[in-house]
């Protein structure tokens, strides 16, 4: 979603993310960040981080969802560093389909019009809009049936065997 946001995905879902594509683009050196497969495989990312350090902390997305200030409370307890009551949280950096692509387009590229706007608008302003116009034009994407299917022949085995290594209950990720 970032990256069909932030318009650098050209493709739809299916051809994304098919194994083929993914093997061409590494093949041709795009950003790894490309292989949105690759990246979906925790079990050896998360044993080999548990393999080279004594001490690891997994955190779920899931919990931060459920409770956002607990999780970070303790992410700072394990980091011993003192948690601010004052932390903002919240949603950042969201993401999603441009419902008009001319504006993601407007927002994205180089024009007289944001050349003027950056003589007259200081830098933290100008983000804040761009950032307000992005998240204004975005619409979450769901998965349809056929995708998620996809996806879970992909990735079941890989969460059975994140579950085991983690002792966690990752049913709702299948």
């Known amino acids: 979603m ?6 650098l995905e050209p493709l739809d879902f299916e051809q994304a993310t098919s194994l083929e594509t993914i ?5 041709k050196n795009w950003n790894i960040f490309y292989d949105y497969i690759g990246f979906g495989l925790y ?3 998360v044993r080999s981080f548990m393999d080279e350090f004594p001490d690891v ?4 997305y899931d919990d931060l969802v459920k409770d956002e200030r607990k999780v970070v ?7 011993k560093v003192d948690f601010r009551d004052d932390i903002k949280l919240g949603k950042f950096n969201k993401s999603g389909v441009p419902r008009i ?3 993601n387009n407007l927002l994205a590229t180089p024009s007289p019009l944001k050349e003027f706007i950056k003589s007259v608008l200081p830098y933290d302003v100008r ?8 998240e204004l034009n975005l619409k979450p994407k769901e998965l349809n049936k056929k995708e998620t299917d996809y996806l879970s022949s992909l990735f079941s085995e890989d969460i059975c065997n994140l579950s085991k290594l983690l002792n966690a209950d ?5």
């Open 2 to 7: 970032m990256f069909k946001r932030d318009e």
């Open 23 to 27: 093997k061409e683009r590494m093949r």
């Open 43 to 45: 079990y050896t990312q």
């Open 57 to 60: 902390k997994i955190l779920f």
């Open 73 to 79: 409370q303790d992410l700072c307890n394990f980091l």
């Open 101 to 103: 692509n001319f504006i």
């Open 127 to 134: 983000i804040k809009i761009k950032h307000k116009i992005f």
């Open 170 to 174: 990752l049913t709702p990720w299948l």
